[in-house]
């Protein structure tokens, strides 16, 4: 009992050390305290899931984690009132639903076994050989010997379409360049007065929704590896080249992805894919084509999970998958682009 308090307070040490971290690298037109309310508001804070908005009222960090039908299934979660998300709210009656797709327990070679194998013993908040089951987030508890999501109850257990117990990382690339006229010269909102930024952004097979490219590390994979290789597949449509356009392509991607970066967020996504023991954490890191001149040296060529790709003018009108408009507004926030027509409710989300 001792050993589950301490892990508990450690989790929460660490969220709030790195949620501070990421806080105070936010800051831009308005105060400290102003920023970490935009950042809670943007459903990252895990330490706690029902927090202050923008507008002062309460909103919950935990929606898209809790939706049904599960993707890709009829599968219907059990429902979860906002007020029992979090773990340290005490619900005896809580009856969560069984579900781990068949895809994942045929085996794959990107999914774990059963926790029921006899010879699967995963080293959980830890490197695993080559995979990574350390949560970005800090620590994680371990129930019953399955992981248990650092972000709250979502009505299902098992694994779902996740192919590793606990934390399954990825990376997404946001791409940018300016809005620019026939002339070369930067496009102003008219409203706003801010230049207007662009991203890569594709449509994805499995739901059909506008995102940020992107996709699974592989094990003992780079995190810029994965940057780069995911964005060639579904931006660029990589693997559909010959050797030599493939040798072309990776001289431009090369440079672009040796520009200046920022990294925009690390942690968990509330993604509809997640579950009370697996879950979805990324590595959102944005490339910025100043002038525009690599990126007008590649065609956009939607290829493997992406069925279109274009260029997108960023604003509050977005609506993308999972917790990609959240990323994309940070881009708009650290790069001083437009965002909102409505200014006071831009500074006031900062």
């Given amino acids: 009992m001792a050993g589950r308090v301490l892990g508990k307070a450690l989790a929460t040490v660490s969220l709030s050390v790195a949620l501070a971290s990421v806080t105070l690298k936010s800051l831009g037109c308005c105060s400290i305290t102003t920023y970490r309310n935009s950042f809670l508001s943007c459903g ?50 809580y009856n969560p639903v069984e579900y781990t797709a068949v895809s994942v327990l045929a085996g794959p070679r990107w ?36 992981p248990r999501n650092p972000a709250g109850r979502t009505g299902l257990v098992g694994r779902g379409l996740l192919g590793r117990w606990g934390p399954n990382h990825a990376a997404d690339p946001i791409i940018t360049r300016w809005k620019r006229d026939r002339s070369g010269n930067k496009i102003t909102h008219p409203i706003s007065g801010k230049n207007i ?68 967020y690390k942690g968990y996504v509330d993604d509809p894919r997640n579950t009370d023991n697996a879950w979805m954490e990324t590595e959102v890191v944005n490339y910025h084509d100043e002038t525009g001149e690599i990126m007008d040296n590649l065609t956009l060529e939607a290829g493997d999970d992406a069925g279109k790709v274009k260029w997108m003018d960023i604003s509050d009108k977005l609506k993308l998958y999972a917790s990609h408009s959240r990323f994309i507004k940070l881009v708009a926030e650290k790069r001083d682009a437009h965002w909102s027509e409505d200014t006071e409710a831009h500074c006031r989300g900062l």
Avoid at 221 to 229: D, G, V
Wanted: include cysteine.
């Fill in 111 to 146: 999914a774990d076994p059963q926790i029921s194998e006899s010879n699967f013993s995963p080293k959980f908040n830890e490197k695993d050989g080559h995979i990574e089951r350390k949560s970005q987030n800090g620590l994680y508890e371990i129930e019953n010997g399955r």
């Fill in 197 to 264: 930024l662009q991203f890569v952004a594709i449509k994805r097979k499995d739901c059909g929704e506008w995102a940020i490219p992107g996709g699974m590390v592989d094990p003992g994979e780079k995190i810029s590896a994965t940057l780069k290789r995911e964005f060639g597949e579904e931006a660029l449509n990589s693997l559909q080249k010959s050797s030599a356009e493939k040798r072309k392509l990776e001289e431009q991607l090369h440079k672009l992805f040796s520009q200046e970066h920022l990294v925009i």
């Fill in 44 to 93: 990252f804070h895990l330490s706690s899931n029902m927090m202050p908005g923008s507008n002062g009222t309460k909103e919950n960090s935990h929606n898209k984690a809790r939706t049904s039908p599960y993707p890709g299934s009829e599968v219907q979660r059990s429902q979860v009132p906002n007020e029992k998300v979090d773990w340290f709210v005490e619900w005896q009656d």
